[in-house]
């Protein structure tokens, strides 16, 4: 087995197997995942990171491999994370409408990776941050993290970017309205695709109708904008990058960038204290001091918050 | 204000208001609920809580109230915590179908109560065994509490119960399928009501398979009865009562009924325990800790396992 620092060092110098291998070691809560954890740290916050989200249908895929195909041409090296909440598979093949990326699949600039959920969704808002600090320490310049729907754990998983594409295309009225408050909180760009079709403008327009009802933006504020696109013939994918980069420009200028990325640092070490004193609760459990105060509760000689009261000594040595 | 331990005395003496009052005081998250939960302990342990749960329409409301008869007419003092996800009402009104109780609303060994969500099945789970702590307090020697439907967290609810009671109906083939899982893991005690309608022999016989196909019990182990009522003429449900007894005769011969509620109290100190820790964390937040180990990963310098670890140092003193 490949020590960790020698994987870090070829996952820099772009090898595609390097990288593969430490997303399974931060993926899988590897006994190394600390030390993988550590040894990224000093690489991390180069990567922009763009959420693209959007429901079934909508041109997901297509989209990402328009974006893939412009940021290339601008000479980035490029990483997809495709989440698939419904999918049992994942790794690195290319699945499903992946296919459709596959044009990508040679070029050694872009890296494509799919997760899945296997039906646990908290877990892979949990391996999703860290992944993204792998691609990110591998000197992708920008990492598309492209999950499907707009369910809560989606919201979450584009969370994780520092600028969300809610993607969207004409005829599916009724989507928009479901997802409604989802989507408006979550956009920083917006995009219609298959432009060409009917009921394009019309869709617009009630996004657009929807965004000011929703405003209460000040001066200065950013304010989504709304791009229409046909992707599958790369129309008006220049203007997405264009939107992307301006809504980077403006979280630089006015220090929102580190501001969103110290918030989400902020959550992922609360989630890892809280899981870690769980577990540390688990312990007492293992050495029956919880059911010794819980045989207490059940005879009458202590009441449960007085239990947890000496529960929570036993775990911080009653500070 | 009346001040606690003599509100638990008119409680233990049987007034409603009293009753009303502290279960107000645990439900709201008072200032005060340690307090009371502290003066509730010694009294805690005497209550026979009976779990009621189904789909709507299979007759609960009408049920319950036949059970409340029968255990009146056995002097037992009732209580009914009515769990209601759907409402947005609360307190000790007869609400909707509860109605069909009213005939025991003049009856002073019955404490009838609603309970609903405001949308936090969450905070409902964690008010519910702090009013049956409460009802058992006061002396209610049978507590049904009663929940709509075999979603999640009415599993959550109904785990709160000594005895758990399934309740069916013919002509509910699909609901049976939907809930199946859930259904067969929860129930002591299944009842067909409804039972002079047609096909409830049907509705018994694959109930009766379902249970057969998720067998894999041992001699001396439980095996579910399936009761047929007709609970609008009180038809069945005598023998609903003794399936119950025989059902706590069980769990006091082997021990159950002690390991049951040890194991309840165990999860419920767990609940709070975490809570607590959380609030720690969050105090840690305050304090702008979190933020400034957020801020350290973002530049680099730190990973966010070692940030957790010193946030949870920083919670319990570095054990």
Redesign the interface.
């Known amino acids: 087995m490949q020590d960790v620092p020698e994987l870090v060092a070829q996952a820099r110098e772009g090898r595609p197997r390097a990288v593969a291998r430490l997303i399974s070691l931060v993926e899988g809560a590897s006994p190394r ?2 030390e993988v ?2 040894a ?6 180069n990567a922009y990171v763009i959420g693209l989200t959007g429901p079934p249908g909508a041109g997901k895929s297509t989209s990402t491999s328009a974006l893939i195909s412009a940021y290339r041409r601008a000479g980035r090296r490029v990483a997809v994370l495709a989440v698939d909440p419904s999918s049992p598979f994942s790794g690195g093949a290319l699945l499903g409408d992946r296919v459709r990326m596959s044009e990508h699949a040679s070029d050694p600039g872009v890296y494509i990776r799919s997760m899945a959920t296997r039906g646990h969704l908290g877990g892979l808002a949990r391996a999703a ?1 860290q992944a993204i600090r792998v691609l990110d320490a591998a000197g992708c310049d920008v990492i598309v993290v492209e999950t499907v729907g707009v369910g809560q754990s989606e919201v979450e998983i584009a969370a994780q970017a520092d600028t969300s594409v809610v993607l969207l295309a004409p005829g599916m009225g009724d989507s928009i309205q479901a997802a409604k408050a989802g989507i408006l909180e979550i956009g920083d760009v917006y995009v219609v695709n298959k432009a060409d079709r009917d009921g394009a403008d019309a869709t617009a327009r009630e996004l657009n109708h929807m965004l000011a009802l929703g405003e209460s933006r000040g001066p200065g504020d950013w304010r989504p904008p709304i791009v229409k696109t046909v992707a599958s013939r790369g129309e008006g994918i220049d203007e997405v990058v264009q939107a992307l980069e301006k809504h980077r420009a403006w979280m630089e200028e006015h220090g929102v960038l ?1 501001a969103r ?6 959550h ?3 989630t ?7 577990a ?2 688990a312990d007492l ?1 293992g050495d029956r001091r ?2 010794a ?3 207490r ?13 000496e ?2 000594a036993g ?3 009653g ?1």
């Open positions: 995942l600390r954890m550590a990224l740290a000093p690489f991390a916050g941050p580190t990325r110290t918030r989400r640092a902020a992922e070490v609360e890892l204290a809280v899981t870690a004193l769980r540390r609760i459990h919880l059911d105060l819980a045989e509760i059940v005879a009458g000689d202590l009441d449960p918050y007085a239990a947890a009261d529960l929570v775990v911080t040595g500070r």
